[in-house]
């Protein structure tokens, strides 16, 4: 656990720049969903699996309730930290470092865009 903080603290700003983002999306009463999401994002694994969930559909349930916007926005099922990050590189002005820049040319479209598990 001390590894996991110290290795996250270090991108304490991208974590905060994404809770941000992710709050403009949030419906009411549900914080702190965003921040809970943002830093279970940084983490190694799927997100479903970061937040201690089951699968990927019951993470998509929890995207529903709280961010139905960005379901909405959605629309290929791309895998949610992947498809965050491409959000936030399309409407960023540069405060981060996209980590998807090439979705269509990359190899991995079918890993990023796998059905729901």
């Not at 965003?34 to 994002?41: F, N, V």
């Not at 926005?73 to 996209?98: A, D, I, P, T």
Request: net charge negative; charged share 25%.
């Amino acid at each position: 656990m001390i590894l996991l903080t110290e290795l996250q603290s270090h991108r304490k700003a991208e974590c905060d720049q994404l809770a941000n983002w992710l709050c403009e999306h949030l419906v009411e009463d549900v914080a702190p969903m965003h921040r809970i999401i943002a830093s279970a994002s940084l983490g190694f694994n799927h997100l479903w699996q970061d937040l201690g969930l089951d699968s990927r559909v019951e993470l998509r349930e929890l995207m529903t309730d709280c961010f139905p916007s960005l379901v909405a926005l959605n629309v290929n099922n791309m895998r949610w930290k992947k498809f965050f990050y491409r959000q936030r590189c399309l409407h960023s002005e540069g405060e981060l470092v996209c980590r998807s820049p090439s979705c269509d040319d990359c190899c991995e479209w079918a890993h990023c865009f796998a059905p729901e598990v």
